[in-house]
């Protein structure tokens, strides 16, 4: 089986840098992923890591140990909107890449 | 990207009734999933459904209870069966468009209380 662990909660100011890991145990994935949900809204696709390293789209930037089973999603320059929660997510071999995935963590900014 | 809307969006039902939500996307996709999410929890896979071919069920669920059907490559729909108060969720449709490719586009989700 999977399984995702994340801190459930994460608190951080405006302007600060925020990293949020994410730790799996998994049987063989393709890559991990990261999505953002604000309250009432639908995940929206971050970032994505088929490989080990560092990945960067603007502020936000994801990075994969496959050797660590670790990741993590960094967010740099906090703004207020980024108050959200975030799931890190493994797409699994099985069944088309399915994606499986963490139980979030809660991301509050402050002013 | 893919644009996906979902009907209904939210509903309230009696127990023992059942519920029929509809995820049209805007484009072909190959792959199709539906999700349960518990408010201020995870998403939970409920099956994927691809056209063409039977839903495969996560562990826990079941077709009787969740029966799927597919009928294109831009429509699926999902029924609640015989709800209870543990239905309660938010059902949420998700696509990609290729089995290879990685980014998972989301519907806005159904919010469904059962009484």
């Known amino acids: 089986g999977q399984s995702l662990e994340q801190p459930s909660e994460v608190t951080a100011v405006e302007g600060a840098i925020v990293q949020i890991n994410c730790t799996y145990q998994?049987?063989?994935?393709?890559?991990l992923s990261w999505y953002q949900q604000h309250d009432g809204g639908a995940p929206t696709f971050l970032s994505y890591n088929g490989l080990d390293g560092l990945e960067e789209t603007g502020r936000f930037s994801s990075f994969l140990s496959r050797s660590d089973s670790y990741g993590y999603l960094l967010l740099q320059e906090l703004q207020m909107k980024d108050s959200a929660s975030y799931f890190c997510?493994?797409?699994?071999?099985?069944?088309?890449?399915?994606?499986?995935f963490g139980q979030g963590t809660e991301l509050s900014v402050k002013p | 990207s893919a644009v996906i809307s979902q009907k209904p969006s939210r509903d309230i039902c009696q127990r023992g009734t059942s519920l029929t939500i509809q995820c049209q996307v805007d484009?072909?996709?190959?792959?199709m999933f539906w999700y349960r999410q518990q408010p201020g929890q995870s998403l939970t896979l409920i099956a994927t459904a691809n056209q063409g071919s039977e839903a495969t069920y996560e562990s826990g669920f079941v077709i009787d209870k969740f029966p799927i059907s597919r009928p294109n490559l831009t429509f699926s729909t999902l029924t609640v069966s015989n709800m209870s108060p543990e239905d309660s969720s938010i059902y949420l449709c998700?696509?990609?468009?290729?089995?290879?490719?990685?980014?998972?586009?989301f519907g806005p989700g159904t919010r469904l209380t059962v009484t």
């Open positions: 998994t049987s063989g994935f393709y890559g």
């Open positions: 484009s072909q996709v190959t792959m």
């Open positions: 998700s696509v990609r468009q290729g089995a290879d490719l990685y980014e998972q586009y």
């Open positions: 997510a493994v797409r699994v071999y099985n069944q088309g890449g399915k994606l499986i």
